[in-house]
């Protein structure tokens, strides 16, 4: 699976739109980028996934550049509870594949 | 999303003594479970990947029989560490792949304390 690279930190005020950037510049064709993140002692929670197209669902929306080369994940509206480690996962969708964590990006949204 | 539960959420044992954890998927079959642990600041590791009804795979540098796994069921796997160290103190998290899908759904961890 193809590595990915994002900010080890990031701030955001609450009730402003998130922006989390990932790196993933050895993408290739058949890889997704999927989206995961982690509360403070909790398991990682599925966010939204992609492959080419932008996607959007109730928790967030996935920008994928037309080169595929970098996606930045968007919470709209973040609120204290969106503070979380956010991890960007390239990967490809075969049955039984597992999910490589990297750092990811320590979100604080502050009031 | 689909929805994993483990059990217990915590436990608290001595040194020398065995401990099992369970990983349910409560409302899909799942044919492929998967094993984590997390240390205190660090990212999740994969341990081994569990296929229901045949041996579980394990990760270079996980002893697979210190860390016994056993997938029965669709539906459940167990994991037991067998003569806990204070050093196998860590977070253990299942993750399960969701039959039909290729998204992975974890459960919310089991803190593993060995005193």
């Known amino acids: 699976d193809a590595k990915t690279t994002q900010p080890t930190s990031m701030d955001c005020a609450e009730g402003r739109a998130a922006n989390l950037p990932c790196n993933h510049s050895?993408?290739?064709?058949?890889?997704?980028v999927y989206w995961y993140r982690q509360i403070h002692s909790q398991g990682p929670q599925y966010i939204i996934h992609g492959l080419k197209n932008n996607e959007t669902n109730e928790m967030a929306s996935l920008i994928i550049t037309e080169d595929r080369k970098s996606s930045t994940l968007i919470l709209p509206h973040a609120t204290l509870r969106d503070t979380a480690v956010y991890y960007c996962?390239?990967?490809?969708?075969?049955?039984?594949?597992?999910?490589?964590f990297g750092g990811g990006t320590r979100l604080m949204v502050k009031p | 999303g689909a929805v994993v539960s483990q059990h217990p959420s915590r436990v608290i044992c001595k040194s020398g003594t065995s401990v099992k954890i369970e990983c349910r998927s409560l409302?899909?079959?799942?044919?492929?479970m998967f094993w984590y642990r997390q240390f205190p600041k660090q990212s999740l590791m994969l341990m081994a990947t569990s296929n229901e009804g045949s041996k579980a795979t394990y990760e270079q540098g996980v002893e697979k029989d210190k860390f016994l796994i056993n997938h029965a069921s669709l539906t459940l796997s167990t994991l037991t560490v067998t003569s806990a160290h204070p050093e196998d103190s860590s977070f253990y998290i299942c993750g399960v792949l969701a039959g039909g899908t290729d998204t992975q759904y974890f459960g919310p961890g089991t803190r593993l304390t060995v005193l």
């Open positions: 050895t993408i290739s064709g058949n890889e997704y």
């Open positions: 996962i390239v990967r490809v969708n075969n049955a039984g594949n597992m999910l490589t």
């Open positions: 409302d899909f079959q799942a044919t492929t």
